[in-house]
C-alpha cells in the first residue's frame, strides 16, 4: 500500500524537533531511519500529520568510549555497530547483537535509538541495553533527562518518552572485568523479529549478572530468581533450570507448553553461552 | 510537495516530491526507472533493493524527501560496474532467475555483498541474502551465481561503491 498524505520537516536541531514534535493539535512521529515507521505508515497503521526528521542532527551521532562508559548516539546504525563499532568495549555483544538485526539493508539505515523509542517488545536493543544496565539520554522542550532503560520501557510499544521528546543516546557503563556475555534468539526466519530472546552477562567470573528475556511479555525483563541462582557459588543444574521455569512462568500465560519450553530454553542457552566464555 | 537534490545513478538533479513518496515510487513513477520492482512495500521481500551513497537500502522503506544531499544508485546506473558485469554474466549461464521479478533487487544485494565480502561462500551468501525473497528459483542458482561472480572476481580491487 501507500502512505496516506503527511507533512515533513527535517529538523535542523534538537530544539527544532522538540518544537516540531510537540507541534499543537497535530499527531506528529519522528523519524530517524525509518525502517520500523515506514513499513507502518505504508500500510497506514501509523498515521501521522507530521514527521519530523531526525536524520541531519549531528548531536544525535556523538559516539565516545571513556574507562567507565560507552556513549551511544541515538542515530549509530545497526550495521555500523555489525561492522565493528564498540567491538571491544563490551566483548563482542553489541556487534553479534546487531548482526542479527533483520537484514543488511535494514541495518544500514535502522537506528539503536529508532529500535528503543518504538520499545516492540522483541526487538534486541532494549533487552541488550537493560541487561547491560544502560541509560537513555532523552532531550525536550524541559531540557535534557535521563533514565535508565529498565524503567524508560514501560510495555509494549510505550515508553517514558512524551510527545516533544527524543532519545538523544545511550550512555552504557564499562563492566569492571571483561564481559562474559550469552544471547540466544529463536526467530522464524533469519531476519524475522525474535520469538524469543535472552540476554545473559556476568562482569568476570564471580562478578554481578544479569539476565533479560525479551518477546515472552510486552516489554523486557530482568529475570530475579536466575540471577540470584547465578550470584551463588555453586549452581547446579537441576537449580538453574528451576529458577528460569519460575522466572518464565511468571512472564508466559499459564499452561503454555510451547511457551514455557521456547523461553526457558533461549534462557538456558544464553547463560550457557555466558558460561562458556 | 517538496524539492529535493540527488545524484541519480551519477546524474545531479533537482526534483519535485511529496513527503509521503517513498525513495521506490519517486524512482518508478517520477523518474521511470522501473528496473526497481516493488513486492510488498513493506521491507519483507527486497525487490526494491538499491543504494543511497553506497549503502545497500530498501527503497521502499524510505522517503524520496530523506533522500536529499544524498546518491541513489539504481540497476540502471550499473551499465559500467564491473561487479554488476560479472554478477550479470553469472546469472545469466548459471539460470539464476525465471520470472526475474526479484532480479533487479538480487543484482543490488549480490554487488553489496561481493563489495563487503570479496568471496564469500555458499552459507555466507544464503544468510546476506535472506532478506530477499525469489518465488521461482528455489535460491540454488542464485546462490551459485554469486558464489561463482565473487570467485571470479576474486581478488581484483573491488569498484567504488
Known amino acids: 500500500m501507500k502512505a496516506a498524505a503527511f507533512d515533513y520537516v527535517a529538523a535542523k536541531t534538537v530544539a527544532d524537533a522538540s518544537a516540531a514534535l510537540a507541534s499543537d493539535g497535530a499527531t506528529t512521529a519522528a523519524i530517524a531511519g525509518g525502517q520500523s515507521l515506514l513499513p507502518m505508515l505504508n500500510l497506514r497503521v501509523a498515521l501521522p500529520d507530521l514527521v519530523v526528521d531526525l536524520g541531519g542532527l549531528d548531536q544525535l551521532k556523538e559516539v565516545s568510549v571513556s574507562s567507565d562508559h560507552v556513549r551511544i548516539g541515538a542515530l549509530i546504525t545497526h550495521a555500523s555497530i555489525e561492522d565493528g563499532l564498540f567491538a571491544e568495549a563490551f566483548g563482542g555483544l553489541l556487534q553479534k547483537v546487531a548482526t542479527k538485526i533483520s537484514y543488511r539493508a535494514v541495518r544500514n539505515h535502522g537506528t539503536i535509538g529508532g529500535s528503543v523509542a518504538l520499545a516492540d517488545p522483541a526487538a534486541d536493543w532494549p533487552g541488550c541495553l537493560i541487561a547491560l544496565g544502560a541509560t537513555v539520554r532523552i532531550s525536550g522542550l524541559k531540557g535534557m533527562r535521563s533514565e535508565p532503560v529498565a524503567s524508560f520501557v514501560q510495555g509494549q510499544y510505550q515508553t517514558s518518552l512524551t510527545a516533544d521528546e527524543i532519545i538523544v543516546g545511550f550512555d552504557v557503563p564499562r563492566p569492571a572485568a571483561p564481559l562474559r556475555w550469552g544471547v540466544f534468539k529463536v526467530a522464524r526466519k533469519s531476519g524475522a523479529f525474535a520469538d524469543s530472546i535472552a540476554f545473559a552477562v556476568s562482569q568476570g567470573r564471580g562478578g554481578p549478572v544479569s539476565v533479560v528475556l525479551a518477546a515472552a511479555a510486552p516489554r523486557p525483563h530482568l529475570l530475579p530468581k536466575v540471577t540470584e541462582k547465578l550470584g551463588a557459588k555453586q549452581v547446579s543444574d537441576e537449580g538453574l533450570r528451576a529458577a528460569i521455569a519460575e522466572d518464565v512462568a511468571s512472564l508466559v500465560p499459564p499452561d503454555d507448553a510451547y511457551l514455557m519450553r521456547l523461553h526457558a530454553s533461549t534462557v538456558l542457552r544464553a547463560v550457557q553461552e555466558m558460561h562458556g566464555r | ?161
Do not use: W
Not at chain 2, 517520477?30 to 510488498?40: D, F, I, S, Y
Not at chain 2, 560496474?81 to 533487487?105: I, K, N, S, W, Y
Not at chain 2, 544464503?126 to 532478506?131: A, F, I, K, M, V
Not at chain 2, 554469486?146 to 580491487?157: M, T
Open chain 2, 1 to 161: 510537495m517538496r524539492s529535493i537534490t540527488l545524484e541519480l545513478n551519477g546524474a545531479k538533479g533537482s526534483y519535485e516530491v511529496e513527503p509521503r513518496e517513498t525513495l521506490a515510487d519517486f524512482l518508478r513513477e517520477r523518474c521511470r526507472l522501473t528496473a526497481t520492482h516493488l513486492g510488498c512495500e513493506h521491507g519483507a521481500c527486497g525487490a526494491c533493493t538499491v543504494a543511497v551513497d553506497g549503502k545497500a537500502t530498501r527503497s521502499c522503506l524510505r522517503l524520496a524527501v530523506m533522500c536529499d544531499g544524498q546518491k541513489v544508485q539504481t540497476l540502471e546506473g550499473m551499465e559500467d560496474d564491473t561487479t554488476m558485469e560479472v554478477l550479470r554474466r553469472h546469472f545469466h549461464t548459471g539460470h539464476a532467475l525465471q520470472c526475474g521479478f526479484c532480479t533487479p533487487g538480487m543484482l543490488m544485494m549480490a554487488r553489496d555483498i561481493l563489495l563487503r565480502l570479496s568471496t564469500p561462500d555458499d552459507e555466507t551468501v544464503r544468510h546476506q541474502l535472506s532478506g530477499q525473497i525469489c518465488r521461482c528459483t528455489g535460491y540454488a542458482n542464485i546462490v551459485r551465481a554469486i558464489v561463482a561472480a565473487g570467485q571470479e572476481i576474486g581478488d581484483r580491487p573491488a569498484a567504488a561503491p
